[in-house]
């Protein structure tokens, strides 16, 4: 292996991992501000329980993800050296105001919301919570338009003379229309991955006998995620939909490649759910296909035209291969490893679908009050969580493998992008070293939340209703590490 | 003054904020066995950072995400050059980071035990390390015309850099327990500021030598002032320490490793990364810089957000502005901190 392959596997390994806890950290902190803000409202204490209890089962998880987060922002510059200089007026940006407006919001408040249960009054340690969650979303806003300028470059120009992409129109960048239907997915993916987060570990502690007097409080739990859970399910089909249109338009080659479609279909280009072929996948041994899907997915008509991967591929051979010395010249072909993207794009899609079914009968077997006495009702439950992680660990290694062989489409190839002052020592040191790390962390991680799921929620404690920096007396702190 | 100028002095800005706030952070996490006498005591040091940590992490974050966007060439060549250790400062970033959440999440003593040395390993490393990265920036690394890094490991571990990591290191660990000093009550109290003396006076008579080196290597009229003012601060802050006032002898260190910081930019500038090999490769200000255009729009944002973070920042020291004592820490868990 060389620095390429072993840089190439390091963004792999360390961005999915990365992104393994976000998902559920962005969702958990709207649904956890949902519930702090319900008890306030209310002041029934389940709200209050749930809220500390899924409180904690957050914190575990956003440690991991703020710590993995940190090496995102160094490894660029680390492996991608030329990459960055290239790209770095234009893309360097959000990630600056993405530190300055959403990193600092999440972690100050979320040090107010941790320690601040006997130093702040209710209303504002809600509130808190809520202004983490808008840290969050800014923090997807700006890191989502870094990337979709990525998948779709609008707002430079390239200079030859500094022989760079050059910010031309930051507005652009922020609004662009990649962007604008990227978003919502990911949020929405969010929204899904915390609902069946609440839902499936609600479901867990409700089948649990050592649980049984908390019953009404897990069965509420479960209705909320599930309900969470499917609105947001809806919202991720939707833009799931409209981004398909815009992949289409923007990047053919990765709409062909999520189908495996070689040759341009004029109208009609079916869908296959699964296909057993060949390994490179040219060719097909069996496939179940549903007619036309694929022109509805990719144009929003059942008779659209679908451009395939062959011409597609000879088009950009000729537009971009021609000089060796351009950065957008590669000595493959333009095109993606079609298997990766192909099943993905399916994993994705179908993890997507079982955790709405999923949701939907958990729905509908509470439904009126109902107790199930179904006893697979916890174990159905707890996959749910996982099966909406891995759809979104699945859809980014889609849309990322989908835009090879390109890191910015149509002008720097990834193969150009890499470090060239980085010997192989130094790229596999850090390869072995990040990923054992992470190895390591990704034990103690699982079973610290299987310990703390297992506890359930801790009883009702009234907490102090105090003043602003919390009342002038000496009592131990309400929370201390 | 030109874009590129206030960029500069920014992205200064940025790493004077991270130090002096991070700095004590190090401090409390590099001390923890030396200061905290048991369980509790090791709770309390922790807990006097535990609200603010985060928030003060952060400021490194924005400092590399700012100069990639500010100056692209010199993140690239200072991120793919300084490979190695950066290496080590990420790993010790994410397993201390982790050991503030996790150490608590089990009673087990052992369990406690390797978090503990995950804090510990986790402080002294970034506090060694950034003091290695700035020395050899200021002094200059090899560098070719295609603005690439042609040096290894040890290029970067040469006497004067390694003074440079030895300044910060003592100087973190002073400021720490200055805070500690500040921000405890009872006994830890009065071991946190005696300590603070000791290291305070190594970190002096070594911050001393190295500014000193610097000021006769690269130093200006005005960084001579800077410097001067630094090492008067920091024994300002031991003076004040010596009397039993805290808070001026934090504001002591603190101004110290700010001014110090300071310095070095005012010694680094116009250049943001010199090059040994020859002076013409070296990286500036200009020719490592974003275009007019990116350098304005981020000007604007920093001018609109940089004054609410810094506010909503300090609130937050104000919320926690109480000290914490041995019986602050809850009593539930002191059965299990007597057992270990």
Redo the contacts between chains.
Sequence with gaps: MDVLDIARWQFGIITVYHFLFVPLTIGLTAVIAGLETAWVRTGKEDYLRLTKFFGKLFLINFAIGVVTGIVQEFQFGMNWSDYSRFVGDVFGAPLAVEGLLAFFLESTFLGLWIFGWDKLPRGLHAGCMWLVHLGTLASSWFILAANSWMQHPVGYRFNPETDRAELVDFWAVMFNKVQLVTFPHVIFAAYMTAGTFLLGVAAYLYMKKKHEADRPMYHRAIRIGAVVTLLAGIGVGVTGDLQGKVMTEVQPMKMAAAEGLYETSEGCAPFSVFTIGTPDGTEEKFAVTIPCLLSFLGTGSFDGTVEGINPLRDEYAETYGSDPTSKAYTEGDYTPVIPVTYWSFRFMMGLGFFAAAGAALILWLTRGGRTPGVRWLGTLGLSLPIATTLASSWGWIFTEMGRQPWVVFGLMTTESGVSPGVSTFEAATSLIVLTSLYAVLAVVEVKLLVTYIRKGADPFVEPPDVPVGGADDDRPLTFAY | MELTTVWFALIAVLWVGYFCLEGFDFGVGMLLPVLARNETER?VM??TI??????N??WV??A???T???F??W???????F??P??LI??A???R??S???????DEAEWKARWDLAIIVGSAVPALLWGVAFANIVAGVPIDA?????GTLFTLLNPYGLLGGLVTLTLFAAHGAMFVALKTDGDIRHRARDLAVRIGVVAAVLAVLFLVWTQVRTGTATTAVVFAAAALALVGGLVAACAGREGWAFVGTFVTIGLAVAGLFLALFPDVMPSTTDPAFSLTTTNAA??A??LK??TW??VV??PI?LG??AW?Y?????R?SV?????AELADARAS
């Design positions: 709770r922790i807990n535990g609200p603010v940590w985060d928030g992490e952060v974050l924005v590399g995400g700012a990639f966007a500010a692209p060439e993140y690239a060549t200072l991120f793919s050059g490979y190695l950066l290496l990420l790993v970033l994410i397993v980071g982790l503030f959440e996790y150490r608590h999440k089990r295609d603005k690439e890094f042609t974003a275009t255009y990116t729009v981020m944002v920093a957000f940089t973070v909503y920042q937050t104000w919320v926690f502005r109480r914490i019986h602050h820490i809850p009593t």
